[in-house]
């Protein structure tokens, strides 16, 4: 069946540090790829999204590739605030009438200042 | 212009009792979504709307659980009787109608803790 699989947190960053987040998926036929992103006390976000294989999805210095060899989509960020403090979830949706999204688990992401 | 609403934003109840979780979505997008997430899970669809039918309820745990949108604006989803496992943060999606990969908007979630 389609999932996804992200890196288990939390994950704690001093500010200005590099980020990673992985993601990897398992989908038939080539689903749309997305990263969500739930602040403190706020809904979840979307965060950005790659629709093709080799699509970047860019948003607040954050960015992600779709990388359909390796099935990935892992989220990057060059330089982290304390105010990117949340969590991140990594997500699918299929290309057919099945409107639902699958979501990872979430990685819950500190930034220490 | 106001984004999805959820109501209550946490509810503590006891085993067996009933609770109704409500959710507003933007004005104007017929497609309604329910989402959860059970502690330490993924969030899992459960169901969709558009406007007042019930597009997939595939994602539904079982028949204690009822959700409604009737005059297709607001929905409600009822649990009951609650159980345990039932815990978690309940989320609610909205979307424009037409086509399949409109953004869904997601609320800020209701946190429900069954005692």
């Known amino acids: 069946g389609n999932s996804v699989t992200q890196m288990e947190g939390p994950v704690t960053l001093s500010e200005e540090a590099f980020l990673t987040i992985n993601c990897t998926y398992t989908?038939?036929?080539?689903?749309?790829l997305f990263w969500y992103v739930q602040y403190p006390g706020e809904g979840l976000q979307l965060l950005l999204k790659a629709t093709k294989a080799d699509d970047k999805g860019s948003n607040k210095g954050f960015e992600a590739t779709y990388r359909k060899e390796t099935t990935s989509f892992h989220l990057e960020k060059g330089s982290v605030q304390v105010s990117d403090s949340a969590v991140y979830f990594c997500?699918?949706?299929?290309?057919?009438?099945?409107?639902?999204?699958?979501f990872g688990k979430g990685t819950r992401l500190h930034i220490l200042p | 212009e106001a984004g999805v609403t959820q109501f209550p934003s946490h509810s503590v109840i006891e085993k067996g009792q009933t609770v109704t979780l409500r959710c507003d979505p933007i004005s104007g997008h017929d497609n309604l979504y329910w989402y959860r997430r059970v502690m330490g899970k993924e969030i899992k669809f459960l169901l969709h709307?558009?406007?007042?039918?019930?597009?997939?309820e595939s994602g539904m745990p079982n028949n204690r659980f009822l959700a409604e949108r009737t005059g297709g604006t607001y929905s409600t989803l009822k649990v009951q009787p609650a159980e345990l496992e039932d815990s978690g943060v309940y989320f609610c999606?909205?979307?424009?109608?037409?086509?399949?990969?409109?953004?869904?908007?997601f609320g800020p979630g209701t946190r429900l803790t069954v005692l």
């Open positions: 989908a038939t036929g080539y689903p749309s």
């Open positions: 999606a909205s979307s424009r109608p037409g086509r399949l990969m409109n953004e869904q908007f």
């Open positions: 997500a699918l949706k299929k290309r057919n009438r099945d409107d639902k999204i699958i």
């Open positions: 709307f558009v406007k007042e039918s019930k597009q997939d």
